[in-house]
Nanobody
Framework: QVQLVESGGGSVQSGGSLRLSCSSSVHVPILGWFRQFPGKRRELVALKSSSGTTNSAASLSGRFTLSRDDTKNTVYLQMNNLQSGDTAVYYC???????????????WGPGLRVTVSS
């Protein structure tokens, strides 16, 4: 059973930055983040494989960057120029395969609340 430990959420003003971290108890092929708005299903932010392939939401490119450190089984989501529309709960996700059509696939962290105030 994969254990995922998340850190870095919180509150920030519009235009600010946050960095989310997710550490896995074991090496996983694919690791990254989803986010969930109230009343909505989780949606992809970014996932990165150990080989370096990244799948991410096109709408977030240029503001959000996912990096991975396999020596620590950890991914980092750098979020810049945050806007109120980024306010959501962010979940770390570990996958053995991509299955991008399935937003519920894999193992999940407990979630981090990110609040952006204008």
């Amino acid at each position: 059973q994969v254990q995922l430990v998340e850190s870095g959420g919180g509150s920030v003003q519009s235009g600010g930055s946050l960095r989310l971290s997710c550490s896995s108890s074991v090496h996983v092929p694919i690791l990254g983040w989803f986010r969930q708005f109230p009343g909505k299903r989780r949606e992809l932010v970014a996932l990165k494989s150990s080989s370096g392939t990244t799948n991410s939401a096109a709408s977030l490119s240029g503001r959000f960057t996912l990096s991975r450190d396999d020596t620590k089984n950890t991914v980092y989501l750098q979020m810049n120029n945050l806007q109120s529309g980024d306010t959501a709960v962010y979940y770390c996700n570990a996958r053995t395969e991509w299955h991008l059509d399935d937003p519920d696939f894999g193992s999940w962290g407990p979630g981090l609340r990110v609040t952006v105030s204008s």
